[in-house]
């Protein structure tokens, strides 16, 4: 989320709201664990101002946003995002 408020930021887009609701899912691992095996975003922004994003111009900064994303980079567990 932070990425992509200061990706858009940067563009000059005003963000008044960004909900997501982020699903998870438990599998069991190579070594018989149960780890967390994907996470799904479906994150809802909403923009006001004089510019605001098209749909895919937030669908890009959404994928530089994961691009950049310290825990997506972090972490095992596959990050899908549905927008």
């Known amino acids: 989320m932070l990425f ?5 930021s940067d563009q ?3 963000i008044d709201s960004y909900i ?3 699903v998870g899912v ?6 018989g664990k149960y780890v967390v095996s ?5 994150p809802t922004v909403i923009h006001s ?3 605001i994003p098209n749909r895919a111009t937030q669908e890009s900064l ?6 950049q994303c310290f825990i997506a980079n972090s972490v ?3 990050v899908n995002i549905e927008i």
């Open 20 to 22: 997501d609701n982020a």
């Open 76 to 78: 095992k567990t596959k």
């Open 26 to 31: 438990m599998a069991r691992n190579a070594e």
């Open 49 to 51: 101002g004089e510019s």
């Open 12 to 14: 000059g887009f005003q």
């Open 62 to 67: 959404h994928h530089l946003a994961h691009e």
């Open 4 to 8: 992509y408020l200061a990706l858009a």
């Open 38 to 42: 994907q996470v799904t975003l479906s």
